[in-house]
């Protein structure tokens, strides 16, 4: 069974690991732990068997939100972690009074892209060149 529970600083170790595997610019350590002691942020993780399988962020300014991150471990994808992690998300930031979700995410990641779509996403926009190794355009994408 998968628990979505709010991350932890325990759980950057792990978590650090499923983000150097997931993305060729990973955040760092110091990164995650900056955003993870700041009030205007959630950060949440999905744990089975007492592993950490997978995370998901937000920044929230009054009632808008901007999802930093959603990752699952290669060994936990295609079983509905991400979409639990996302779910979970729109929950509680809705709790906090946003209103609207916003991300980006690479215009060649499909089965990203199906998943925001599944939940309620719409792309509004594009941003050419927004990724790094390789370059790559950032679909906009907004739930509101």
């Not at 732990?33 to 700041?38: D, K, P, Q, V, Y």
């Not at 991150?69 to 009074?97: C, F, P, W």
């Not at 215009?107 to 309620?120: R, T």
Request: glycine share 8%; proline share 2%.
């Amino acid at each position: 069974m998968v628990q979505i529970r709010e991350m932890q600083l325990d759980d950057l170790e792990e978590v650090m690991e499923i983000e150097n595997d997931n993305f060729s610019k990973p955040w760092t350590e110091t990164g995650f732990f900056s955003f993870l002691i700041r009030n205007d942020t959630l950060f949440l993780v999905a744990e089975k068997n007492e592993n950490i399988c997978g995370y998901c962020g937000v920044v929230m300014v009054t009632d808008e939100g901007d999802i930093t991150n959603v990752a699952v471990s290669k060994q936990y994808q295609n079983q509905g972690i991400g979409g639990m992690l996302v779910d979970e998300l729109i929950h509680r930031t809705k709790e906090a009074g946003v209103t609207r979700l916003f991300l980006e995410v690479r215009a060649s990641n499909q089965p990203a892209i199906h998943l925001y779509q599944k939940k309620g996403f719409e792309q509004n926009g594009l941003r050419k060149n927004y990724y790094e190794a390789p370059v790559e355009d950032a679909l906009l994408m907004m739930r509101g």
